[in-house]
């Protein structure tokens, strides 16, 4: 039951949902935490809501809902 994942140009073979979200879900520039849905981009960072981006001094974020 694999499948793949079509990013970037690059084909990511994957057998598990998890194993793609450990592999795809990019990391908060400020906690670390891997961004699983929603998340924020700012400059080309990716952080897990506005508060994160607002702690590391990008202003002007407003988290989705
Ligand atoms: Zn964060």
């Known amino acids: ?20 979200i450990h592999r795809m ?3 908060c520039e400020h ?10 981009e700012v400059e080309g960072q990716w952080f897990c809501g506005g508060h994160c981006a607002r702690a590391e001094g990008k202003a002007g974020i407003i988290d989705h809902v």
Do not use: L
């Open 31 to 40: 906690c670390r935490v891997q961004i699983i849905g929603q998340g924020v």
């Open 1 to 20: 039951m694999s499948f793949e994942v079509h990013a970037q140009g690059a084909v990511h073979v994957f057998d598990c949902f998890s194993c793609a």
């Open 25 to 27: 879900a990019p990391i």
